[in-house]
């Protein structure tokens, strides 16, 4: 079972840092159910539900300012409520805590996907894959990989400089290719 299962199936958690023990508060039953449905099926939280998990994460955070896992769980929600700066900046936060957190990496790694912002995805999944100790965790990482590489390939990435003259040279090689198929299909014709 990982820490972060221990956070949310126990009421009272004690987790092993990278540098001291810490021991967390208790998770309010509300928190570890609305933790539960986030997981199970995050557009089944209503609005309200939520504002109330983020908020009690928060607070959660501010009592265990370093424990890294509670920071992804924030993160995780922020992504939830759609405010991708703040999920940014704590599963950053959850990162320079836990460089050697497998989730803290691979989440962030999604939510730089999820942005297309492919560059920072691919590294910190790679991170994660680095840093995975079971089966499990290769997989997902494998599979979050494969889409980052899948976007790449499909041009879905966004961020930094395009020049007009690489979209001059996309319909130069277009234009070839159609201009290829019509003589292939006008020697099929002949023939």
Do not use: N
């Not at 998990?53 to 955070?61: F, G, I, K, N, S």
């Not at 992804?72 to 759609?82: D, K, P, Q």
């Not at 990435?157 to 020049?163: A, L, T």
């Amino acid at each position: 079972m990982t820490r972060v299962d221990v956070l949310v199936r126990t009421g009272v958690a004690e987790v092993t840092g990278p540098a001291d023990s810490v021991s967390l508060a208790a998770v309010p039953a509300r928190t570890q159910h609305l933790l539960l449905r986030m997981f199970a099926d995050p557009s089944l939280l209503e609005p309200g539900e939520r504002a109330d998990l983020v908020a009690e994460l928060r607070a959660w955070a501010t009592r265990s300012p370093d424990v890294a896992e509670v920071r992804v769980l924030l993160g995780m929600a922020l992504c939830v409520t759609l405010d991708a700066h703040a999920a940014i900046e704590e599963l950053s936060h959850a990162v320079r805590l836990d460089p050697h957190s497998f989730i803290a990496q691979l989440k962030l790694g999604e939510l730089w996907m999820r942005l297309r912002v492919c560059d920072k995805a691919e590294h910190y999944t790679r991170q994660a894959a680095l840093l995975a100790r079971t089966l499990a965790q290769s997989q997902l990482a494998r599979v979050q990989a494969a889409s980052i590489r899948t976007m790449q390939r499909e041009g879905v990435e966004r961020g930094g400089y395009v020049s007009p003259w690489r979209w001059l040279a996309r319909l130069r090689r277009l234009k070839t290719r159609l201009r290829g198929r019509d003589e292939t299909l006008a020697v099929a014709d002949a023939g």
